[in-house]
């Protein structure tokens, strides 16, 4: 018997290849984002105000994830998004750098400002999966526990921005602000959070300001 | 259901491995699994078998060592184990945290006959 050292990452394949779209997106300076959510929380709706409420000049591509269907790519460009690529996953659970790799040979990406990467509904796999983004963007909504911060650890640790969606429905649940805050604050002390409500398009305006400052800060 | 293509990712390196090697068989594969990666390690083992019945992985064994979160304060500089997923630093409380160690998702070694 022998013992052959190996020392390696599981996922070191994934992670050369976002290493490579990183630097890529660096070279562009395209500020990129990736939302993660639960299935129904809202990052559809998200993504149609932010292309509508967006000023015009930033040119942004959105990669829109899902394990069946085009539908999310079809609303956003109804919304108004010029640049639009649905990823059907055909059932996997989340994306990969290969599959963003493959899809953004559709973009012009001298053009582009600003990637927004919408990966499919799920709190747990995606987390384990770098795809060369800036930051990974958290989306929660208020028809959901205020725990769910403590439920999924480890997304909401390696993300640097949480939204708290369905502000406009606080009325109906028993979702604390302060108690997801808490939570939140608890797993990871410099997130940086937004409230809002795609309904009456309330807190969007801090969303897009925020958006608004970080691509100008990457270009 | 992740377990499974982190699985399928193992066997690739594995298999690599082997071939850079005259290998006859593997008895064991060592990873390191930390809390705070989302990787359930019974899922990962039921994936893992599923993906190695009829190959010459079949018999091999999985060992997973589990490493905790470990954090070091930017404020205070003092190092301390996370419990209970609180990242606030027990020394300050402060929430400025570094993550020392527990994102590993690693193959440390393989035992093997040639």
């Known amino acids: 018997m022998a013992n052959i050292l190996i020392e390696k990452k599981v996922l070191s394949a994934n992670d050369t290849i976002a290493s490579k779209l990183r630097e890529t997106f660096q070279k562009h300076k395209i500020f990129v984002i990736n939302i993660v959510s639960s299935p129904g929380s809202g990052k559809t709706s998200l993504l149609e105000k932010t292309v509508?409420?967006?000023?015009?000049?930033?040119?942004?591509?959105?990669?829109?994830?899902?394990?069946?269907?085009?539908?999310?790519?079809?609303?956003?460009?109804?919304?108004?998004?010029?640049?639009?690529?649905?990823?059907?996953?055909?059932?996997?659970?989340?994306?990969?750098?290969?599959?963003?790799?493959?899809?953004?040979?559709?973009?012009?990406?001298?053009?582009?400002?600003?990637?927004?990467?919408?990966?499919?509904?799920?709190?747990?796999?995606?987390?384990?999966?770098?795809?060369?983004?800036?930051?990974?963007?958290?989306?929660?909504?208020?028809?959901?526990?205020?725990?769910?911060?403590?439920k999924y650890p480890s997304m909401f640790r390696n993300s640097s921005v949480m939204v708290i969606n369905k502000t406009d429905l606080l009325y109906y649940t028993d979702f604390k602000l302060d108690e997801v805050r808490k939570n939140a604050l608890q797993i990871n002390g410099t997130f940086e959070i937004f409230e809002t409500s795609c309904k009456t398009s309330d807190g969007l305006n801090?969303?897009?300001?925020?958006?608004?400052?970080?691509?100008?800060?990457?270009? | 259901m992740h377990e499974l293509s982190i699985a399928s990712s193992i066997i690739d390196s594995v298999t690599k491995e082997?071939?850079?090697?005259d290998v006859r068989s593997v008895y064991e594969i060592k990873l390191r699994i930390g809390e705070l990666t989302a990787v359930v390690p019974d899922s990962l083992r039921?994936?893992?078998?599923?993906?190695?019945?009829?190959?010459?992985?079949?018999?091999?064994?999985?060992?997973?060592?589990?490493?905790?979160?470990e954090g070091e304060c930017i404020d205070c500089k003092r190092g301390?184990?996370?419990?209970n997923f609180n990242f606030i630093c027990?020394?300050?409380?402060?929430?400025?945290?570094?993550?020392?160690?527990?994102n590993e998702l690693e193959i440390l070694s393989i035992e093997i006959e040639k």
């Open chain 1, 52 to 150: 509508q409420l967006l000023n015009k000049n930033i040119q942004t591509g959105i990669i829109a994830g899902d394990v069946q269907t085009e539908n999310d790519a079809k609303r956003i460009q109804k919304a108004g998004g010029k640049f639009v690529q649905p990823i059907e996953t055909g059932g996997s659970c989340h994306l990969d750098a290969a599959m963003i790799e493959k899809s953004i040979a559709h973009f012009d990406l001298d053009k582009l400002d600003l990637l927004i990467i919408e990966n499919v509904g799920n709190l747990v796999c995606p987390s384990c999966y770098d795809l060369g983004e800036d930051m990974k963007v958290v989306l929660l909504s208020t028809t959901e526990g205020d725990d769910k911060p403590l």
């Open chain 1, 206 to 219: 801090e969303w897009i300001n925020w958006l608004t400052k970080k691509v100008s800060e990457t270009g």
């Open chain 2, 18 to 21: 082997v071939k850079k090697h």
């Open chain 2, 46 to 69: 039921f994936g893992f078998e599923s993906l190695v019945k009829d190959t010459f992985l079949e018999h091999t064994q999985l060992t997973i060592e589990t490493s905790k979160i």
């Open chain 2, 80 to 83: 301390f184990t996370v419990e």
């Open chain 2, 90 to 102: 027990p020394h300050c409380s402060s929430k400025q945290v570094d993550i020392i160690s527990g």
